[in-house]
């Protein structure tokens, strides 16, 4: 399967969209195959802008968070080595292919979108590295480490921060959306600047991404 399966993917929201392989600034070591921002001669119609939000090809771009998860997972790969790890959310696959390079022992890349679960699949491939591709996370055996980036940008999402704790033995979290998450278990590791790629050209400040680490359920004590 080559990149071309992508682009046929891509085309049923944009018909003359277009993906190429490119290395996200945040995250260079890692190369995915991405939108061409270059195949937008022109402004969207209005019958393209209608289709591209109706269904949003999410996996085609790699998220400022994402970007600034798997760079820390290669800097700091003691995190996860040896570990069962699940991706949730996992896109374009940056962050589980950064876990799988990182020396985890299984990496289970999960999104709800079979197209993600496709690109992320290419894209692993094409970086020498192998994941467990799951469309349901909670039917997969229990991460030891749970990773999740950018999935906060509904505020209903936040009870998902619970969900993760109860379902891993720990959680490392990347969002640029909330500046409180409103779960104290939840320790800010860092802060760090990054834009989505290739660029979408978002407010500011959804380009500082901040990272946090948070014990399991049963480590903390929670339910």
């Not at 393209?48 to 790969?77: H, K």
């Not at 970086?127 to 999740?148: F, Y």
Request: with cysteine; net charge negative.
């Amino acid at each position: 399967m080559d990149h071309n399966r992508l682009d046929a993917l891509l085309r049923r929201s944009l018909p003359r969209a277009r993906t190429r392989w490119s290395r996200p600034a945040g995250c260079p070591a890692i190369e995915l195959c991405l939108f061409d921002p270059a195949c937008l001669e022109g402004p969207l119609s209005h019958e393209e802008a209608q289709s591209v939000v109706a269904e949003p090809a999410y996996w085609s771009f790699c998220w400022a968070s994402g970007q600034i998860m798997a760079q820390w997972l290669l800097d700091n790969p003691a995190r996860v080595a040896g570990q069962r790890v699940l991706d949730f959310g996992c896109g374009c696959g940056v962050v589980a292919i950064a876990a799988a390079k990182a020396g985890a022992r299984e990496v289970i890349a999960a999104d709800i979108d079979a197209d993600a679960l496709t690109a992320t699949e290419l894209n692993a491939r094409h970086n020498g590295v192998t994941v467990t591709l799951a469309k349901n996370w909670r039917e997969m055996p229990r991460a030891e480490v749970l990773l999740a980036a950018d999935v906060l940008y509904d505020p209903e999402n936040r009870p998902m921060l619970w969900d993760f704790q109860a379902g891993s033995d720990a959680v490392l979290m990347a969002d640029s959306r909330l500046r409180h998450l409103g779960n104290e278990d939840y320790r800010l590791i860092t802060t760090v600047q990054g834009r989505t790629w290739p660029d979408l050209n978002e407010f500011e400040e959804f380009n500082r991404v901040r990272l946090y680490w948070a014990p399991g359920a049963e480590a903390s004590g929670g339910a």
